[in-house]
């Protein structure tokens, strides 16, 4: 008995990684960008945190919002407030892989927003953002619904 539990715990834990790894969006314990409201950056050219009762599930990720006029224009228009690459490191797409972000380097890019691993990747793609961003631009197609 305790072994076929053990195996169903297993096989639990087995699944739910493979489908986290497989995530479009990035999210760290269900919240996209960490919570933070991805219209915020763009209007406020700062990270402002979202507020628990205004939130929007899209792309099967839950987005946060500071305010309601901000929830409204995402729900419009998501992909043009949505992170590229799901959230995922610009720079680490445009290597061929998916890698986590910090909130903290976020960049805005010909009216796109872009996250990084930590500062020290921010700074490789602030010297060479366009050529990287092309290549990201090729590799998310191919890696999006992979690990």
């Known amino acids: 008995m ?6 169903f715990l ?11 790894q497989k995530a479009e969006i990035f999210s760290k314990e269900g919240k996209a960008i960490k919570g933070f409201d991805p219209v915020g950056f763009f209007i406020e050219q700062k990270a402002i945190k979202g507020a628990d009762s205004l939130t929007y599930s899209w792309k099967n990720a839950n987005w946060f919002f500071a305010t309601h006029a901000n929830l ?29 972000t910090e909130t903290d380097t976020w960049t805005i890019v010909n009216d796109k927003l872009y996250f990084n691993y930590n500062q020290k990747v921010k700074g490789y793609w602030m010297q060479n953002q366009l050529p990287l961003i092309e290549k990201a631009n090729s590799n998310w197609p191919i890696i999006k619904d992979k690990d």
């Open 72 to 100: 409204e224009a995402f729900k419009a228009h998501p992909e043009k407030y949505a992170p590229q690459f799901g959230g995922y490191c610009a720079y680490g797409t445009a290597d061929g892989h998916k890698a986590p």
């Open 2 to 7: 305790k072994k076929l539990v053990f195996l």
């Open 10 to 20: 297993l096989s639990v834990c087995f699944f739910g990684l493979l489908n986290a």
